[in-house]
């Protein structure tokens, strides 16, 4: 299969599975807890009703709110061209992407925030101050780790270095490798709002970080706000998937099954975590936080000090 017809394919399962994985996610939490829970499709069919229902805004909103589901959902499109899945290029690669795929995750996040304050809510804006602080302490630790994977695969790109990785690469930078992918999994679990960091559940607004900024949306607005949720769950959960699947270089068919049964499997471990443990404490989270850039920062220093 040519490469860029291979990355094409992958890019449209990750559009249609992203809903999947809430709903893996949410199943394994009600099979810990004695539940029968809700179905596994649930995601999709929430999507469908709100794209039918209209959409109500505040008097106090401007532009930005109306806007900023819609770009939410732009930006995560292009991290989605931009992102190498199942060993495999994106299907837009160049040096440097790796930057330019931060970016887009930070403008999401952004205008969400900026949309958050647009409303006037005080409890929104408490959420909004939070997210920014974690995703100001969340983002070296994911810069780090990738530029780690970077130099040592010898790429400037963030699919060429999924390409080059080799089970070779892991046994000349396993430690570093392995340090890499505890700080992705820490920050697969902030960028999502997961518990350690934030419960999905809850709805006390004093605890809430991600939803209580999302409160007024509603209609089309709000299934921007999920899917694109859904989308961000499957960019952070891909870095982690590569991570461990780009050495196996078998099959396109096989590769392709490999990565889908990856993404499931990282979800029950969401699942799990959320089912075993309780939410930190919001003073705590920022030490978590620093722990992972912390943990990034020295595989980025063993790998320029004994690699070539």
Not at 113 to 128: C, I, K, R
Not at 137 to 143: D, K, N, Q
Not at 251 to 256: D, E, H, I, N, S
Not at 259 to 275: D, H, N, P, T
Request: charged share 10%; hydrophobic share 55%; with cysteine.
């Amino acid at each position: 299969m040519k490469s860029w017809l291979f990355s094409l394919v992958m890019l449209v399962l990750g559009f249609i599975g992203a809903p999947l994985l809430p709903g893996i996610i949410n199943k394994t939490k009600a099979f810990f807890a004695g539940r029968k829970g809700q179905p596994l499709l649930q995601t999709y069919r929430d999507l469908a009703k709100l794209l039918r229902k209209g959409a109500v805004y505040s008097s106090t909103t401007t532009w930005i709110f109306r806007s900023a589901p819609l770009i939410g959902l732009v930006c995560s499109f292009a991290a989605m061209v931009l992102l190498p899945m199942a060993g495999g290029s994106g299907l837009l690669s160049f040096a440097g992407d790796l930057i330019l795929f931060s970016y887009f995750l930070g403008l999401m996040r952004f205008f969400t925030v900026v949309a958050a304050l647009d409303t006037g809510s005080s409890f929104e804006g408490m959420g909004a101050s939070r997210e920014v602080l974690f995703s100001a302490l969340t983002e070296p630790a994911m810069i780090l780790g990738l530029a780690t994977l970077l130099r040592a695969t010898g790429s400037l790109s963030l699919s060429g270095t999924y390409v080059k990785m080799t089970v070779e690469s892991w046994r000349v930078a396993g430690p570093a490798f392995a340090l890499v992918l505890f700080a992705l999994l820490i920050v697969y679990l902030t960028e999502n709002s997961r518990i350690p960091i934030d419960d999905p559940d809850t709805h006390l607004e004093l605890t809430m970080i991600h939803e209580v900024m999302v409160l007024d949306y509603s209609g089309p607005d709000l299934a921007f706000v999920f899917y694109s949720s859904s989308l961000k769950l499957w960019l952070t959960g891909s870095l982690v998937v590569n991570l461990l699947l780009s050495p196996l270089k078998t099959t396109p068919l096989l590769t392709v099954f490999a990565f889908l049964g990856g993404m499931a499997l990282l979800a029950v471990i969401v699942g799990v975590l959320e089912s075993a443990m309780a939410r930190l404490s919001l003073l705590k989270v920022p030490q978590l936080l620093l722990g992972a850039t912390t943990i990034s920062l020295l595989a980025f220093t063993l790998v320029v000090r004994f690699l070539p």
